[in-house]
């Protein structure tokens, strides 16, 4: 049994909404900031340990892989964070 | 003929669309639910508008593994006549039964005001009672309704004339100002391969009854039957 944790990101080109408010709101709050993107992190853990079988999810359901990229970690258990 | 209309939770649109049909257009419509494993008897499908599951993870992605979609995917596959409106085009496209996805809106703003699209294409059931041309008023509602596919696959579909409706004027001429959502080469509507699946992000079932301001998105319920009977 492995935990994974996994970053959804948009493809760098495809309009990024959520990073645009944001980089809006810290604009508003008088910061200086580059451009700011917006993903998703998911943990899960899967009994059969496969980093294949979390890839595939990715694939199938989690990412939309025509506007999403997704990067697979795998979480150690008692790594200082 | 006998619509079927499928509610998923966080649908909204669900009972608009069963007064359109039922009560305005007067036709026979059962009630799905998302758990439903069968739609037999069941001649065309909507899957209307809404949040389904909350849009979490992406709108329209948890609602395309409902265990209802094994049948739906059955029905497009015989031939029937399924239409996703708003979070129901979602729906199609995660589900792979319409290519293509659903960016948020170019505007960051979520649209909600009257809309205007062209007929591109009566290769479809819901359009084959439409010329070509022909220039409709419905309402939009969305705030992620920016259509999106790569460059080469849009290609595809125009020349394969599966962009079903483009924004337009209100005298049918496409330009960016008639865009509202930034949907590239101004998509509101594709349709399947075959024709018979089509998802567009305007909402026929809001426009059906002059009360609401509009009576043309009862043409797209209306031109079922005649392409259902013609196609015996």
């Avoid at chain 2, 209802?68 to 199609?92: H, S, T």
Wanted: glycine share 12%; hydrophobic share 45%; proline share 6%.
């Amino acid at each position: 049994m492995r935990s994974f944790r996994i970053t959804i990101m948009l493809k760098p080109g495809v309009l990024d909404a959520p990073g645009q408010a944001v980089e809006r709101g810290l604009g508003a709050l008088g910061y200086q900031v580059g451009q700011v993107r917006v993903g998703k992190v998911i943990e899960l853990i899967l009994p059969d340990g496969e980093r294949a079988t979390a890839d595939e999810m990715c694939a199938r359901f989690l990412a939309n892989p025509l506007i999403e990229t997704w990067a697979i970690e795998e979480i150690v258990q008692g790594a200082t964070q | 003929m006998i619509w079927g209309v499928v509610f998923f939770p966080g649908s909204n649109c669900d009972r608009d669309c069963v007064h359109a049909l039922r009560s305005v257009v007067g036709h026979t419509v059962v009630e799905v639910w998302h758990e439903d494993q069968s739609l037999d008897g069941i001649d065309a499908l909507v899957l209307p508008g809404g949040f389904s599951y909350g849009d979490y993870l992406r709108s329209g992605a948890i609602a395309a593994t409902a265990p209802v979609m094994r049948a739906v995917r059955e029905l497009a596959a015989r031939g029937a006549p399924v239409l996703g409106i708003c979070n129901g085009f979602q729906i199609l496209t995660e589900a792979g039964l319409l290519p293509g996805t659903l960016l948020h809106n170019a505007s960051l703003r979520f649209r909600c005001h009257p809309a205007w699209v062209r007929v591109e294409s009566d290769r479809t059931p819901f359009t084959a009672g439409l010329r070509p041309g022909t220039v409709l008023r419905m309402p939009v509602a969305h705030g992620e309704g920016a259509y999106f596919a790569p460059p080469a696959e849009v290609a595809a579909l125009e020349d394969a004339g599966r962009v079903v409706f483009r924004y337009c004027d209100p005298h049918g001429r496409v330009t960016p100002a008639a865009n509202p959502n930034g949907s590239v080469a101004g998509i509101a509507g594709v349709s399947s391969d075959s024709g018979n699946v089509v998802g567009l992000m305007p909402h026929p079932e809001r426009a059906s009854e002059a009360l609401l301001g509009s009576i043309d998105g009862r043409r797209l319920f209306e031109s079922v039957i005649g392409a259902l009977v013609g196609a015996g």
